[in-house]
Nanobody, 125 residues
């Protein structure tokens, strides 16, 4: 099985950028569908973006499309989430998750078997 560790969160002003990393160990990250989710206390976990295994097709929620980019570096066994033009409503704990098969469009958190511990992103207004 794969282990996932997120990093890169922090405090940023509105309009700023952050890059989150999801470092995988134990198995090749290219063997998994990997997604980013975010959650605010008291609210449901929301899908942010996903990258499929092998071919690496990408999918985004409407709220981040055009601002966030998910990518995968097979050599580093890491998936990234580049977040630009950040808004206060992007404030959340961001977690990466992985599953071997997944079901299009990969947006439901129940289908993911492996999760990282999460990293806090705070966008100040």
């Amino acid at each position: 099985q794969v282990q996932l560790v997120e990093s890169g969160g922090g405090l940023v002003q509105t309009g700023g950028s952050l890059r989150l990393s999801c470092a995988a160990s134990g198995r090749a990250v290219a063997s998994y569908v990997v997604a980013w989710f975010r959650q605010v206390p008291g609210k449901e976990r929301d899908f942010v973006a996903a990258v499929t295994r092998s071919a690496g097709f990408t999918y985004y929620s409407d709220s981040v499309k055009g601002r966030f980019t998910i990518s995968r570096d097979n050599a580093k066994n890491t998936v990234y989430l580049q977040m630009n033009s950040l808004k206060p409503e992007d404030t959340a704990v961001y977690s990466c998750a992985a599953t071997v098969y997944g079901t299009y469009p990969y947006t439901t958190f129940e289908q993911y078997d492996y999760w990282g511990q999460g990293t806090q992103v705070t966008v100040s207004s």
